[in-house]
Nanobody, 124 residues
Framework: QVLLVESGGASVQAGGSLRLSCAAS????????MAWFRQAPGKEREGLAR????????AYADSVKGRATISQDKAKKTVYLQMNSLKPEDTAMYYC?????????????????WGQGTQVTVSS
């Protein structure tokens, strides 16, 4: 019943910025983990950032540290990923994922719920 819907992906020039959104519905408990991953064709899924909705605890992957900010609007059950200084290597399908607890970003298989993805394309 848990549903995650991503939005905000677009084609942008290198150095530009995007804000991705993930709206969640169907949870029966108030606190859960929300995370962002990305995957390029033929590549492994890569964790980017996650947030525990209970206390706002945040973790980032080194690949986006300093360029990305994850945040939440608890009332809207929506999580955002603000990405700045975008590079061509950021081009990928970006996915939102959730779980009752926070697995490590290195373990995408432990996240139970996934959105359909939103495409980010960065041109040089």
């Amino acid at each position: 019943q848990v549903l995650l819907v991503e939005s905000g992906g677009a084609s942008v020039q290198a150095g530009g910025s995007l804000r991705l959104s993930c709206a969640a519905s169907g949870y029966t408990y108030s606190d859960y983990c929300m995370a962002w991953f990305r995957q390029a064709p033929g590549k492994e899924r890569e964790g980017l950032a996650r947030i525990w909705t209970g206390d706002g605890s945040i973790a980032y992957a080194d690949s986006v540290k300093g360029r990305a900010t994850i945040s939440q609007d608890k009332a809207k059950k929506t999580v955002y990923l603000q990405m700045n200084s975008l590079k061509p290597e950021d081009t990928a399908m970006y996915y939102c994922a959730s779980n009752p607890y926070c697995p490590g970003l290195y373990s995408p298989g432990l996240f139970r719920h996934w959105g359909q993805g939103t495409q980010v394309t960065v041109s040089s």
